[in-house]
């Protein structure tokens, strides 16, 4: 790079110092940083479809079974919030390699666990490792590229976030039907290994990045104990009313009313609190910009329909129309393939189309997928399902690439870790928030349909009276006596009616998700402009601040002429 276009890039907030590719191809760490990325994706999805089976094996219900979920999202989720600050501190290839190896070793133990609170512990502490990867990572990439290739960057990575989603359960299922259950884990420990070796031999630790380290270091460690200790109440309380409350009647609760104020009043306390810190766990004065507090919360929505879709789709496929796993999960798997073959073209496409028009676009499609799937009926063809998931799927990439490539925008290079934590705490929470709110949803819709529905399955109707009789007459004809034809006709309008009720409560919750998505469009509109095709601008402060010293040295040097 020449003097002028590192100068350039300096200014812009970026250096070639930052990079942590070394003397490597940049894209080669991109994809390197990737194969942890898709692993620790992929585990947020493939047991879902593995409950049943987790279950049996370990003699336990339904209901205790899903805590293997839950406790991952609520580690997870803790560690992301403050996996920006642990990044600094402890160095960052340090700290990716210390959470891959965390994450590889539990995943072990979880393939050799013999009961549940095993399981659950092990997946505490998968989460614990999970959750610090993507923070490092995504900084790694934003310090590797210069801004105005960061899109092409996210492209390859946002092919293992996007993409493992819709593999997990398909795989999933392959692999439990196949073997066991224990390989839904194991599978990770191959995975690991490999990036461990990739990351211990290709990524550099930047020297500018290992200077910020040594001068945080040089005043004294202090942590933020009390501000960990809210974030960790705060999200470990809300996740557990997002997962349990529908389970247990939400407000009706006292249990759940307990966590969601306790929740409430330490994500309070976490604003004065974290806002009056020098060096604070997390940075909420990032969420005070406009540019990255429109992108938190577009973030927000695209996991809330991403996650709820992929957690839907198969629920419905088994459920309502008697797919099998595999074949549920096959449903989803060519939504992923134009994904992969989009991503490569979207992450061009950031580097001359402004951001935010790339993700109202997005939004459209995603909303569009969603009123698609609104015209559920109880024949739907494998077709039908498959192209509902591939519209999803051509949106997506409109909407995570401009998103991260845009939340950097005015971040200054040392808030890198900072950004990137945020902005997987807000994809994390917004999937747990749109999973709960998809199942409330379908529950409640699925009593009010039930409820209108029935009235008009009273003897005295005379639809349901000529229904019964046409019913009764074909299982005659179908060889049944009188008795038992009624009988069958009667459980027949029982199985019809159930079945109507479910898919008008899915439909409900798909055209609450199209809202969801509509909204995106007036939030992303409020992006301002970035430069493209060349460094993105940094902070304004910072940079007036730089433009300020530039014109009083000039003055100065003028006056002493």
Not at 129 to 143: C, H, K, N, R
Not at 179 to 201: A, E, Q, R
Not at 235 to 263: C, H, K, P, T
Request: glycine content about 10%; overall charge neutral.
């Amino acid at each position: 790079m020449t003097d002028t276009a590192q100068g350039s890039a300096s200014a812009g907030g970026w250096s070639p110092e930052r990079s942590a590719a070394g003397g490597h191809n940049p894209y080669l760490i991109a994809f390197v940083v990737s194969i942890a990325t898709f692993m620790e994706v992929l585990d947020t999805t493939i047991a879902n479809v593995a409950l049943r089976h987790i279950a049996g094996g370990l003699a336990v219900g339904i209901d205790e079974s899903t805590y293997v979920i839950t406790s991952y999202l609520v580690a997870n989720a803790i560690v992301l919030s403050i996996s920006g600050w642990l990044s600094t501190v402890i160095g960052r290839k340090r700290f990716y390699m210390i959470c891959v190896a965390i994450f590889t070793v539990s995943s072990l133990l979880c393939g050799f666990a013999w009961n549940l609170q095993a399981l659950v512990l092990f997946r505490i502490l998968q989460g614990l490792g999970g959750g610090g990867m993507a923070t490092s990572e995504q900084a790694i990439l934003a310090d590797s590229f210069p801004p105005h290739k960061r899109g092409q960057a996210f492209a390859i990575y946002g092919v293992a976030v996007v993409v493992a989603p819709v593999i997990g359960p398909t795989l999933g299922g392959w692999i439990t039907d196949t073997y066991t259950w224990h390989w839904v884990f194991l599978i990770n420990v191959p995975m690991g290994l490999l990036s461990l070796f990739l990351v211990g031999t290709l990524v550099n630790e930047p020297s500018d990045a290992e200077e910020e380290r040594e001068k945080l270091l040089s005043k004294g460690l202090r942590v933020d104990y009390v501000g960990f200790l809210l974030v960790a109440i705060g999200l470990g309380s809300l996740e557990y009313v997002l997962d349990e409350g529908q389970r247990n009647d939400w407000f009706g609760s006292n249990m759940i009313v307990f966590f969601a104020v306790l929740s409430a009043m330490s994500l309070l306390a976490l604003i004065p609190w974290e806002l009056t810190r020098e060096d604070p766990i997390v940075d909420l004065r990032l969420l005070g910009r406009r540019q990255f507090a429109a992108c938190f919360l577009v973030m927000l929505a695209t996991g809330a329909v991403l996650i709820s879709t992929t957690q839907l789709l198969p629920q419905l496929l088994q459920s309502d129309l008697n797919y099998t796993a595999l074949l549920a999960g096959l449903a989803l798997s060519p939504g992923g393939v134009a994904t992969l073959v989009l991503m490569p073209v979207v992450g061009r496409l950031v580097s001359s189309v402004q951001p935010k028009y790339l993700i109202m676009f997005g939004a459209a499609i995603v909303a569009f997928s969603m009123w698609h799937l609104t015209g559920l009926t109880g024949d739907i063809t494998y077709g039908y399902a498959a192209m509902s998931r591939i519209f999803l799927a051509l949106g997506l990439p409109f909407l995570f690439l401009p998103v991260t490539t845009a939340s950097y925008d005015g971040v200054p290079p040392d808030k890198t870790n900072q950004a990137s934590a945020l902005i997987n705490v807000a994809r994390n929470i917004g999937g747990s928030m749109g999973v709960a709110l998809a199942q409330t949803i379908l529950a409640q819709r699925q009593q009010f349909h039930q409820s209108r529905l029935i009235e008009h399955a009273a003897p005295s109707d005379l639809g349901y009276q000529q229904t019964i009789e046409t019913m009764t007459r074909f299982f005659q004809a179908q060889g049944s006596n009188a008795s038992d034809a009624a009988s069958q006709a009667v459980a027949w309008v029982g199985r019809t009616l159930q079945q109507q009720v479910d898919l008008l409560a899915y439909i409900d919750v798909f055209w609450t998700l199209a809202i969801i998505a509509v909204l995106m469009i007036p939030t992303a509109a409020v992006l301002r402009p970035i430069k493209l095709g060349a460094p993105a601008r940094g902070h304004r402060a910072y940079g007036r601040s730089e433009r300020n010293g530039e014109r009083e040295r000039m003055t100065a040097a003028q006056k002493s002429g």
